[in-house]
């Protein structure tokens, strides 16, 4: 059986480019190709028998070869054709020319997309949410297999000091400015991993109990876990590994109830779901949290369901099995 990945773009470290590493270690030899590659380069791209597309826009919409089996790994919908595509639309208000462009073509793009999922043999949602959405927009059926994280190394600390953490792009609809307002009412230090267009107006807006440490590596990212009070999760998530993260040290999350984090955050046991997205609400799970006692080895051992060991051991299962059906039907 041979495996060809092939993923959207590789310009930017995130949560899709974690599920990328994980293929790899699940199928070491296979190549990896993407959007940005020269065409000449891929007339041969998909003599492999399996293809596995991970993706949130394009990927899914490969060409294969008949008898190759076509997997998509769906991140979600294509989200500025579906799902969010109010939003791309309203950041564009103040371009007139271009956002009658981007309408124009937007309803070209959207039967392109729909037609390129049925080039899909088998979806693989990365939550119940996104499974949800694909039925909606593709109009598929799907299971689904979390994205993994690598529980070996986060460790649970005994050391924890009294701030907040919250590690995010720095983005209008990750909505931190929510999370700021709340902690400049409350006065808790709070401290912000992230760098994006929000930055300055973020740090214009705050006060000096939150502090922003932009870009760090990973080795400071996790000890920064390790010691915090508790994660800030205050955005709407296709999936959301950095909640799971927090808890692999065993550090409880707060986050707006909406998307991966209702799958994965456990009301009062791993952390704390707030109804509204606004400040106000924040701050009043903010104060929740700090009357409740958590046990960060119950924390722990929740996260520790979503390791990369079990996510290997899925996705070999699934596809192993697909490719059994396929040609058990040829």
Not at 103 to 125: E, P, T
Not at 282 to 304: C, N, Q, S, W, Y
Request: proline share 4%; hydrophobic share 40%; with cysteine.
């Amino acid at each position: 059986m041979r495996v060809a990945l092939v993923h959207d773009h590789l310009n930017q470290l995130g949560g899709a480019e974690s599920v990328l590493k994980a293929f790899t270690d699940v199928f070491p030899n296979a190549p990896i190709f993407t959007l940005i590659y020269d065409e000449k380069s891929t007339n041969s791209l998909f003599k492999g028998n399996v293809v596995i597309s991970d993706s949130s826009g394009f990927a899914k919409g490969v060409i294969t070869s008949p008898g190759t089996l076509h997997i998509d790994y769906c991140h979600t919908p294509t989200r500025y054709l579906w799902s969010d595509h109010n939003v791309i639309i309203d950041r564009l208000e103040r371009i007139g020319l271009v956002r009658r462009i981007v309408q124009g073509y937007k309803s070209y793009l959207r039967v392109w997309d729909r037609m390129a999922s049925d080039r899909v043999d088998s979806f693989i949602a990365n939550s119940k949410f996104v499974s949800q959405r694909i039925q909606k927009y593709y109009r598929r059926g799907s299971i689904v297999i979390y994205p993994p994280i690598a529980t070996s190394e986060f460790q649970v600390s005994e050391r924890q000091e009294d701030y907040f953490l919250l590690i995010s792009r720095l983005r209008p609809y990750k909505r931190v400015d929510i999370a700021v307002q709340a902690f400049n009412k409350l006065r808790i230090p709070l401290k912000i991993i992230g760098t994006g267009e929000e930055g300055e107006k973020l740090q214009q807006m705050a006060k000096s109990n939150i502090e922003f440490l932009g870009w760090v590596d990973d080795t400071t990212k996790r000890r920064l876990l390790e010691e915090c009070r508790g994660l800030i999760h205050p955005q709407e998530e296709d999936f959301g590994i950095t909640p799971l993260e927090a808890m692999a040290t065993g550090k409880p999350v707060i986050a707006y109830r909406a998307g991966g984090a209702v799958e994965t955050v456990v009301q009062n046991v791993t952390g704390v779901l707030f109804e509204d997205q606004s400040w106000e609400s924040l701050a009043d799970a903010i104060i929740r949290l700090r009357g409740k006692t958590f046990d960060p080895h119950v924390i722990r051992k929740h996260a520790e369901q979503y390791d990369v060991a079990q996510f290997r051991d899925r996705i070999r299962g699934f596809v192993e099995q697909a490719w059994q059906k396929l040609h058990s039907n040829t």
